[in-house]
Nanobody, 124 residues
């Protein structure tokens, strides 16, 4: 069983950086692939980024590629999302998620555990 808690959200000027963190429970953290998803009001939850259990493979949505970086520290049982050059369209609630799957990591239905979410607002 995995419990996930996000932190680091807030209000930031467009063009600025923000770093989100996700702290996980459990003794088998490295067995899980981790993902970040986001959901804006009136829109569906969408894939943002994912990382394999070892950290050796990363995946990004086209909309954030080159601006966002996902990373993990298995010793600390944390996952981070470094967001740079934020745009107003990045505004959403961001969710951390975990799955034992190593494939189809862009699909939200592959994830078993979800955090509570943290709000990111990029203002112009």
């Amino acid at each position: 069983h995995v419990q996930l808690v996000e932190s680091g959200g807030g209000l930031v000027q467009a063009g600025g950086p923000l770093r989100l963190s996700c702290a996980a429970s459990g003794r088998t953290f490295s067995s899980y692939s981790m993902g970040w998803f986001r959901q804006a009001p009136g829109k569906q939850r969408e894939f943002v980024a994912a990382i394999s259990g070892s950290g050796g493979n990363t995946y990004y949505a086209d909309s954030v590629k080159g601006r966002f970086t996902i990373s993990r520290d298995n010793a600390k049982k944390t996952v981070a999302l470094q967001m740079n050059s934020l745009k107003p369209e990045d505004t959403a609630a961001y969710y951390c998620a975990a799955t034992l799957s190593s494939t189809r990591l862009r699909e939200k239905y592959e994830y078993t555990y979800w955090g509570q979410g943290t709000q990111v607002t990029a203002s112009s």
